[in-house]
């Protein structure tokens, strides 16, 4: 049978992962003869061989790519033979339009971490050690192609030996474009708090001592600095939260193995897989009581995120006797992380007694994901490192849209053709240095992916500097509703047809009428919604010092509810109640607010719980975990008031509830068990009532407030178990680092109108 030649264009995320050697090992296998090479619109195979041939290479290659590969579509086309005698890889083509796809940075693989710990390697504890299956990607590179010219590898030409692995197809090394050895790459180098160079044959030794002896140091990774400190050493932790400005925010740790978290956390299968993955996120685990950690690691918190080792560096650290560390983003609370060295010592000079620095520069600066496992499904709380820039991918093909994502936890996204790149995790865009990191961030996607958008979607928001960022380009512009953006959001993620209802439960959106929802039942789908039920509007008392002080939110909440017969509650014995009551008797700073999570304040504040919180939510946190993961058999249904076919939930009935059971006397545990079955009973009621007026079976819970694992799996469980199918964030965060996902696709409807 005459042979055939084939052309095949295989996109997705198939450069700098091994792909083309996996190509050429494979085809030469199979005994076909042809070229191999990376361009703009992906790995371009031509293939000649006999039908048979070319039939077991297409059915032997998805299923045995490369491990950090992803085949996104195969386009095939006949060519003219051209009677090659061997397979060959050849250069990359210059590129024009890009369509391929960026991997993100992943951990050291075990081959490399055999070699490092190897004394007769080459590589012997060497802090860069990578290959084409593991190390930097996102945050090395400048353009595309990935090529070495286009990453911060530029500056490190290779040595004969290095070179000889790059150039050679079979070689594990073959075009991993940051390959280097102490000969040729990036060294590492000890500064001290003074800014001079600590002079010693290993830097690395000598911060494992540093560490031992409880001092801060300032270790320059993967995607940025972490702040690190012995997280066995309890005055070092005080110390660190001290310098960084974080009270009592949980820290998350570093462990040198999967035995030693084991120790410290209980870990399902899930958990387990998660954690040893290649991504490496902060996995949230359920603490084990016998862990002899120090309390102040996470005060409060019967949770403790942790990760492994997924740098070279990060398992030299843990070679000597060390087997715990905390590692926090090197910055001061709500600042970017630090990813220049300059930087660090500037920006750090007041946290860190030590600098472990290198000269491989981060070009993008890319924090920790984190994650955690509720419902049998691992949730992304914080998606980043590990995770960006691999886009999700929508049914169909759409115009290009920059979204800008909110204030808090903000992501951007670029959508091209079907996909949509989510940046990492920028942050609160609070101060200039996170606006700043915001606007390199959405010039950087724009570059490497050359994305030209039509079109910016922003929220309403008229403060945020995502927004007022938005206004000053030259595109056109649409401003969408938050909660239509994260009832988008998950439409999107799920790829789904038709409206749906929306549970939206957070803090805080920018309403259509000018105040702060975050208790919301929609109806709708990208294109448009209807708000059909929320919480009753309720004022809060100084704004935002209201969020930092829930004792005020609780005590608008009870007045509103009892007046001037207001019980004397003990959590409230010794505020200074009077000048709240005024301002909410005069108007004064006291915005209206549907916000689900200003209720858990309230009812949190007044049970007993945080009058005053250090971080963002810390009072429902603790509320929810003083439950013990159980809602227990008592609840009371929230009252319900019905104007034009618009549902108000009254928050009246439930404080009288709550009032009744603190002043029996109740636990703090069994008012919150009590309260969040409340919550679920309520909210599968009202559903329930939405489902009978309008025929829609999907459902989709999003929003912060749906990181309470014990109101969301009661919830999931309950609307299931009344027949609707729910839909919930699995790729992106529930949280507002989920919102410019529903922004893209509300702005691709608006387009296509």
Partial sequence: MANIRRRLIINGIVQGVGFRPFIYALARDIGLTGTVYNASEGVVAELEGSPLQQQEFTQRL???????STIISVESSDIPVQNDSEFTIIASHDKSTVSTLISPDVALCEDCRQELLNPDDRRYRYPFINCTNCGPRYTIIEDIPYDRPYTSMKN???CPACKAEYEDPGDRRFHAQPNACPDCGPTVWLVDKSGDRVTLDDPVRETISLLSQGNILAVKGLGGFHLAVDARNESAISRLRETKGRDEKPFAVMVRDLKTAQKLVHLTQLETETLVSIQAPIVLATTRGNSNLPPNIAPGNDRLGIML???????????GNLDVLVMTSANFTEEPICIDNAEAEERLSKMADYYLMHNRDIYLRSDDSVVMEMAGKMRPIRRSRGHAPRPLFLKQKGPSILAVGGELKNIIALSKDEKVFLSQHIGDLENLEAYEFFKMTIEHLQRIFEIEPELIVHDLHPEYLSTKWAKEQSLPLLGVQHHHAHLA?????HNLSGPVIGIIMDGTGYGTDGTIWGGEFLVGDASGFERKAWFEPMPLPGGSAAIKAPWRTGLSYLYHAFGSEMPELASLADKSTAPILQMIDHDLNSPLTSSCGRLFDAVAALSGGRGEIRYEAQ????????????????YSMFDLSNHDGEQIISINHIMHELVRRIESEKSL?????????SLVKT???????????????QVILSGGVFQNRLLFEGLLAELKRVGLTVFTHEQ??????????????????????
Avoid at 685 to 693: A, D, M, P, V
């Fill in 62 to 68: 998805e299923g045995e790519a490369p491990p950090l």
């Fill in 156 to 158: 490190f030409p290779l």
């Fill in 309 to 319: 080792p997924y740098t070279p560096l990060h398992h030299l650290l843990f070679a």
């Fill in 489 to 493: 959001a998950c439409i999107a993620e």
């Fill in 619 to 634: 009072a429902a946190i603790e509320f929810m975990q003083a439950a013990r993961n159980q809602l227990g058999t008592d």
């Fill in 669 to 677: 545990a069994n008012i919150s068990q009590w309260f969040h079955h």
């Fill in 683 to 697: 909210f599968a009621s009202i559903t329930l009532n939405l489902r009978k007026e309008s025929g829609i079976k």
């Fill in 732 to 753: 992106v965060p529930t949280n507002d680092g989920g919102i410019a996902l529903g922004q893209v696709i509300m702005g691709q409807k608006f387009l296509s109108f």
